[in-house]
């Protein structure tokens, strides 16, 4: 298992994974329009501060994660995602362990960040095995479907 860098032939990949307007939202928020497209994917992964990764098992892309720059030593895990075929086997646990390695490692992290949706408990709860608390709650900012949903922020000293 190993994280490696999301490249522009990746693009598809991510495109086929992301495949309702319900999972867009979950797993990129406001920021990506349904369906998602080459072109919002190249415009958000070429942002200096954004470093995409895919997550790869056995030879076969698992998954896909983001580093966001906040500050020189603060760093934000963003858009979490696990094929559909390797959900429920602990690979996000996995996935995660290795991008706080990395970030402590390769860019002398000391502050990782996240933000999760309130309702999202099983990702909510992963957080928690690795180290990360609630630091705030944000209501009325998110909803979908009329639904509101609020968003938990979470972060891990390193």
Not at 34 to 59: A, D, K, M, W
Not at 125 to 144: A, D, M
Request: aromatic share 14%; glycine share 8%; hydrophobic share 40%.
């Amino acid at each position: 298992m190993e994280l490696r860098a999301f490249e522009k032939e990746d693009y598809e990949l991510l495109i086929g994974w992301i495949d309702s307007d319900k999972l867009n939202y979950l797993w990129g928020g406001p920021k990506f329009e349904f369906p998602l497209n080459f072109e919002q994917i190249s415009r958000h992964c070429t942002q200096p501060e954004v470093l995409p990764f895919i997550f790869v098992v056995s030879g076969e892309n698992a998954g896909y994660i983001e580093l966001f720059k906040v500050a020189e030593s603060h760093f934000r895990i963003c858009r979490v995602f696990v094929s559909s075929g390797f959900r429920g086997q602990g690979i996000s646990k996995q996935m995660l362990g290795q991008l706080i390695e990395l970030a402590k490692e390769k860019y002398t992290t000391n502050v990782l960040s996240l933000a999760v949706f309130e309702q999202n408990t099983v990702a909510r709860n992963c957080y928690e095995s690795l180290g990360f608390s609630v630091i705030s709650y944000e209501v009325g900012t998110r909803s979908f479907e009329g639904e509101e949903w609020g968003l938990l922020h979470m972060e891990k000293r390193l």
